[in-house]
């Protein structure tokens, strides 16, 4: 079973930046679709981006375009999650998510497996 680690999170002052990590473990994710989604406290989570196993092909929220790269490095089994132009609605836990099946789905319930999440705050 894949394990997936998230990491890169933090405290940010509005309109900077981070990168978000996210490392596989055990196998290999040039299977999976991968993707990243963030729950803020009292909502449900959100989907962010997501990338194909090849990294081809993207899709972002609209809250996230623009804003927001995800990128992938196969080799060294990693996703990644570049945030700019940070705002305080982008205060969240972040998590990183993988699907066996084609596909740059949107809804959570379509990803099989999941890292613990790395918080990101972003002070106004």
């Known amino acids: 079973q894949v394990q997936l680690v998230e990491s890169g999170g933090g405290l940010v002052q509005a309109g900077g930046s981070l990168r978000l990590s996210c490392a596989a473990s055990r196998r290999t994710l040039s299977n999976y679709v991968m993707g990243w989604f963030r729950q803020a406290p009292g909502k449900e989570r959100e989907f962010v981006a997501a990338?194909?196993?090849?990294?081809?092909?993207?899709k972002y929220a609209d809250s996230a375009s623009g804003r927001f790269t995800i990128s992938r490095d196969n080799a060294k089994n990693t996703v990644y999650l570049q945030m700019n132009s940070l705002t305080f609605e982008d205060t969240a836990v972040y998590f990183c998510a993988g699907r066996v099946s084609y596909g740059l789905a949107m809804s959570a319930g379509e990803y099989n497996i999941w890292g613990r999440g790395t918080q990101v705050t972003v002070s106004s």
């Open positions: 990338i194909s196993w090849n990294g081809g092909s993207t």
